[in-house]
């Protein structure tokens, strides 16, 4: 194994190890794993990683021969796993191993992708060379050197690499192009990359569903919509209609939704269903999201009704989205349709369900559905939340309907634990019976409120003033009776 023959070093010589350690900002992959982000790996390991970190390159392998301890393959493999951030001592800990118990494959592909992801390509390679010797270089380790290359940009030795897998024992199929493909398609902005790749090796290597999975989520990522087409037109003539495809169908329909083409996405839908294949919830989630965003109910409904009729079955939370988007857009009659159908798929309403719509109710004015959807949320356990709470009593006493505002208010006193949370519903309730002039039901409700420890605010007080004044001395004594409570209990 020549790679960690001692003598062999020059490849991995003091100005390749510095040229490791210096990678620009820019190409830095993601942050390693360290093995202190392991709490049970076991003390042997720890204890080799700690010298792996603590000890100087130059200092390593006396150390670890000093520790006294025999690794195991297993043990190898879990130091290599925990080292990316100390690739030149890494690489020594793996040739002092390699004396002691031969390396595994799983080793020596770590060590491959340990080197590449550290953008020490030369050594990377000669690790290779060792690993074809013995026999064990595999699809992983170049699927390792197409992600290397790729996250530090060097997307044309990346395909170098994939010209020169037959020399190395290693089949040029459709899973190593697809390998590299998804690699390249990884990096933003790099679709021409793929494409390029792709439009030379698919006449020698067909492409298979995952192939075009593969550009057309890059597609997607990228927003193209011509070329998304392109692809997906392709896809339909080398592998047909499949339910296989439901990764092509989701990015390809995504695509045009977020590229604002939903009626031409709910035109391959129809397509896609006469053909007994349609995309996967994914696709539906994802769509239905962006409408939300976009505040776009036009198309909702119709595939929503796809969907369903496809057999997959949303979910609460899609079922809360769809309903937000209808009451947003004041669509109550099929916010109250979806409300009875999601308990038949197994979706069951919850607060939020409740709330949205009794919201819209309110906000639209709806006296009478108001009341009789405060009693069904009652029912369900799902009473309104305190804004909507204040809200709905501010409309029912604003348009002819203060007992049941004042039902709504009773109920919340017997039932809700934290009065607190129901100052704006207090002071709504005692404003709009004093412009109704029910003054005494106004000083009564006012009195209880302050017994809770219910805040009145500063402006409701004003405005009772006013109206108690107005009506003569009585009541301007029950006024000053019922601020000298308010002022007692904010001192």
Known sequence: MEFIDENRNTKLSRKSQNQTLSIPN??????????????????????????????????????????????????????LSFSYN??????????????????????WNLIVDLLGKNQSFEPMWDAMRSMKQEGLLSMSTFVSVFGSYCIAHRFSEATMSFDVMDRYGVEQDVVAVNSLLSAI????????????????IKMKIPPDEDTFAILLEGWEREGNLAKARNTFGEMIVKVGWSRKNISSYDAFLTTLVRGSHVDEALRFLQVMKKNDCLPGLKFFSTTLDILVKQNDSTYVIPLWDTMVDGGLLPNLIMYNALIGLLCNNNDVHNAFRFLDEMVVHGAFPDSLTYNMIFHCL??????????????????????????????????????????????MWNYMVDNCVSLSTFNESANELLIGLCNLGRLVEVKRFAETMLDRRIKIFDSTMDKLKDAFYKKGRSFRDKYDSLSREWKDMKS
């Open 185 to 200: 398609c990884s990096e933003d902005n790099q679709m021409p990359v793929a494409i390029e790749f792709f439009d030379k």
């Open 362 to 407: 309110v906000r639209n004015k709806m006296v009478s559905e108001v009341g009789k959807f405060f009693v069904e949320m009652i029912k369900n356990e799902a009473p309104p939340i305190s804004s909507n709470h204040a809200a709905a009593i501010k409309m029912l006493l604003g348009n002819d309907d203060p007992e049941m505002a004042i039902d």
């Open 86 to 107: 100390q690739p030149s001592s890494a690489v020594k800990f793996f040739r002092w191993a390699g004396r002691l118990v031969k390396p595994s494959a799983c080793a």
């Open 26 to 79: 820019s190409l830095q992959p993601q942050r390693f794993p360290t093995h202190l982000d392991e709490p049970d790996i076991s003390p042997t390991v720890r204890t080799l990683c700690d010298l792996l970190t603590n000890v100087s390159p130059h200092d390593i392998e006396s150390a670890l021969s000093a520790s006294g301890i025999i690794p195991t393959s297993d043990i190898i493999q879990q130091v």
